[in-house]
């Protein structure tokens, strides 16, 4: 599985911003995807994730409300919609892909076998 994560930029306080993960290799409908980021000096963190079926997502507390998952099978892709950003939520985010037969998405990064590049989302106050 190949996973192009897109859609990162510098934004403003309060402003949203849509990434996307286009995964290719596999069928995607197969897959658990889960969001994370990471900044420099800190642990990868869970952010949110959705399971192969789009009835299942859930989400890290300090985006819920903020942050909602999708995913279009037809397009192999999800879609955070992340709003209301704030300074915190600068990061490097990553898309990962689980394999594993649930389908489910997981918060602990080491159930997924596939990674995307990450793109760089950064929120000026």
């Known amino acids: 599985v190949q996973l192009q994560a897109s859609g990162g930029g510098l934004v403003q306080a309060g402003d949203s911003l849509r990434l996307s993960c286009a995964a290719s290799g596999r069928t995607f409908s197969s897959l658990g995807m889960g969001w994370f980021r990471q900044t420099p000096g800190k642990e990868r963190e869970f952010v949110g994730g959705?399971?192969?079926?789009?009835?299942?997502?859930g989400y890290a507390d300090s985006v819920k409300e903020r942050f909602a998952m999708s995913r279009d099978d037809s397009r192999n892709t999800v879609y955070p919609q992340m709003n209301s950003l704030k300074p915190e939520d600068t990061a490097l985010y990553y898309c990962?892909?689980?394999?594993?037969?649930?389908?489910?998405?997981?918060?602990?990064?080491?159930?997924?076998?596939?990674w995307g590049q990450g793109t760089q989302v950064t929120v000026s106050s």
């Open positions: 959705i399971s192969r079926s789009g009835s299942s997502s």
């Open positions: 990962a892909a689980s394999t594993r037969g649930d389908g489910l998405y997981y918060l602990d990064p080491a159930r997924y076998r596939y």
